[in-house]
């Protein structure tokens, strides 16, 4: 199935570096070390590895099917594969409203790293106490001007590379900054296992005690599988689209989570040598990069140095994923509505951006404003997707290719361009099975009927 003049990857690697990119994000340097840190390490690491492979893989390889299928953006591809009338359309809107949801707090938390890049190089952390340092972050926090004018410039950084399309916006400068990126972590990577601290790093993050494992951490590490690999929030649906029938799915999506896996051991193994070279504690939480590693680097030689490298890392890091975000709310509103690109991208960026501003006032002009129980906007917005859109989001997606949709054209499609064909009985008995049970997991865990987690 075509569309005739519908953009597509200039080349294959372009496709991998962009999907991958994408995959790369917070969610690898800041989210992944901190939950390492608090679950026992090398044991949650194991059990991550597991999930990669069992659950995150088999969907990756899902959603860019159902892209490549139908060569349409989430709700356009739904009705494509089951009509107009179908329910299942319902799963487009949900994954994109995720998206949409995600990156209007996501552009939050990656202007912070805007904030401490200009910190860094201005030498703000030198010859400062730890406790001032933990301060300055609660002071970025509850500043509104601030976080407003680093949310605003997050999002036009993301909206003028969707603006120039597939190939010449995203594939272009998601190469440009994955490049860049990869040389900052292996630079990061060198200075944590040079530190006195490498050893011990190294033995947390690879030597597992389960011991230490709760299950909790089990379905932390189950959700955070399918949360790093961009799952449910139509991004994988909308790059598969882009695909030709050339493109051999199961391997790229292979090589995306290989890639995907790698930065976030390699985010740990430049962190935790480092954490533990001055005698902090890895089990610092959500805090660990905006509060515990400025103040690392503030006692470290060339400290500033690599403090501003390490930001302008995670600043890029949010950037590749940010515009992989907004695409296909973009390529919905194209698909949907016949838009032009630049009308899209510019209407609907700066929706995320109108949307975003009560999550970036969260802890100054509207801290008072409470959403779900004590939390506040930003919290609750956190909470709603990332705990419930993306787990029902996932789940559904699963459920309607296992069971919805015929065996044979799911066949026809896994086969195509691909050298691994032989393994689609494996593909299927785990989207059918083995997924979905491991996604009602967390799901039940959400609400509560596991009370021991």
């Known amino acids: 199935m075509n569309h005739q003049g519908r953009e597509q990857w200039k080349t294959k690697i372009g496709f991998i570096i962009a999907a991958s990119g ?7 340097i800041w989210r992944f070390p901190y939950m390492t840190g608090m679950n026992g390490g090398g044991a949650f690491v194991v059990v991550y590895l597991l999930c990669i492979v069992f659950i995150g893989l088999p969907l990756l390889i899902t959603e860019l099917k159902i892209g490549r299928m139908t060569q349409r953006s989430p709700i356009a591809a739904f009705r494509a594969l089951k009509g107009k009338k179908s329910p299942s359309q319902l799963m487009g809107w949900l994954v994109l409203v995720s998206g949409f949801m995600m990156l209007s707090f996501y552009s939050v938390v990656g202007g912070w790293s805007l904030e401490y890049i200009l910190k860094s190089f201005l030498s703000v952390f030198v010859s400062k106490s730890p406790q001032t340092i933990y301060d300055m972050f609660g002071e970025l926090y509850s500043n509104p001007a601030k976080n407003l004018l680093w949310h605003t410039c997050f999002m036009l950084t993301c909206m003028a590379v969707v603006v120039a399309g597939v190939q010449r916006g995203i594939e272009r400068w998601t190469e440009i900054l994955m490049g860049i990126l990869l040389v900052l972590i292996l630079v990061m990577v060198g200075r944590g296992l040079t530190s006195p601290g490498a050893a011990e790093g190294i033995r947390f993050v690879f ?58 051991l ?24 905006f509060k515990t590693l400025p103040v690392v680097f503030s006692q470290m030689p060339m400290g500033m140095f690599f403090s501003t490298v390490f930001f302008f890392l995670l600043f890029f890091a949010a950037v590749t994923s940010g515009i992989s975000i907004l695409e296909p709310v973009v390529r919905a509103a194209m698909d949907g509505l016949g838009w032009q690109r630049k009308t899209a991208t510019l209407i609907l960026g700066f929706s995320v951006l109108l949307v975003g501003v009560p999550s970036a006032l969260s802890g100054s002009t509207l801290a008072s404003l409470k959403l779900l129980g004590e939390r506040n906007f930003f919290d609750s917005v956190d909470y709603l997707v990332t705990n419930w859109f993306f787990p029902l989001g996932s789940l559904a997606v699963a459920i309607f290719i296992g069971w919805f949709m015929s065996e044979k054209l799911l066949q026809s499609e896994f086969v195509k361009g691909s050298k691994v064909g032989k393994y689609f009985p494996v593909w299927l008995f785990v989207v059918r099975y083995v ?19």
């Open 435 to 453: 997924s979905p049970v491991g996604m009602m997991l967390i799901f039940l865990n959400i609400v509560g009927f596991f009370k021991l987690f």
């Open 22 to 28: 994408s995959a790369i994000g917070l969610g690898n």
């Open 207 to 264: 030597s597992p005690d389960f011991s230490k494992l709760t299950p909790g951490a089990i379905l932390e590490a189950l959700g955070h599988a399918f949360f790093t690999l961009s799952l449910a929030m139509g991004i994988m649906i909308t790059y598969g689209s882009y695909l030709d029938d050339k493109a051999d799915i199961p391997r790229f999506s292979f090589w995306v989570a290989t890639v995907d896996t790698g930065v976030a």
């Open 266 to 289: 390699l985010a740990c193994l430049m962190i935790f040598p480092i954490v533990f070279s001055y005698g902090f504690e890895a089990q610092a939480g959500p805090g660990l990069v």
